[in-house]
């Protein structure tokens, strides 16, 4: 498989988080030319970062996505985009205004930003919780597959739906990950990995 991660520039959203921090590891295997994280170190934290804060290959900004023109900047000449940046569901439900600023206009803006750079291909992070919550356990397929009620979910929905819609559009390619439940193995007690 030819590796296309080999010499290219990457930009990474929230990529002092633990999912984005993992990203990083993971993508600094395959020698890219440059790695740069945005983060606000609001979820993400340095810690999550140690293993590779000090690669000359890795570039770390602390500052916000809804900075756009420091948004842009990270985006203008990389090639490939992986936005992680989210606010947490629990954020979302007490504060809608700050939800639709972080969730849906500041990936409007990426998007924007994706095509006028024409990257080569976003990595979008969407959620599980666009699925709601099951009727029934197990769930069989004649469930509503999209029974989300929360802004979360909601905006992470969107979020895909933006970037289908920019595909067909402008020809942005893409990639939505709806992850589930994704802990940190330290965070799970060893009594429960032995059962």
Known sequence: MHNKISN?????????GFIGSYVVE??????PAKIIILDNLIRGSIENMQSFMYNPVVEFIEGDIRNTSMLEECIAGVDYVFHLAALRINACAASPHEGFNVMIKSTFDLAELCVK???????????ASVYGLAQHFPTPETDNPYNNQTFYGGAKLWGEQLFRSYKFMYGLDYIALRYFNCMDPEWIPTENILK
Not at 8 to 16: D, E, K, L, V, W
Not at 117 to 127: C, L, N
């Open 117 to 127: 750079y024409k990257i080569k291909k976003v990595i979008y992070s969407s959620s």
């Open 8 to 16: 290219s520039r990457i930009f990474i959203t929230g990529g002092a």
């Open 26 to 31: 993971e993508l600094l295997k395959y020698d």
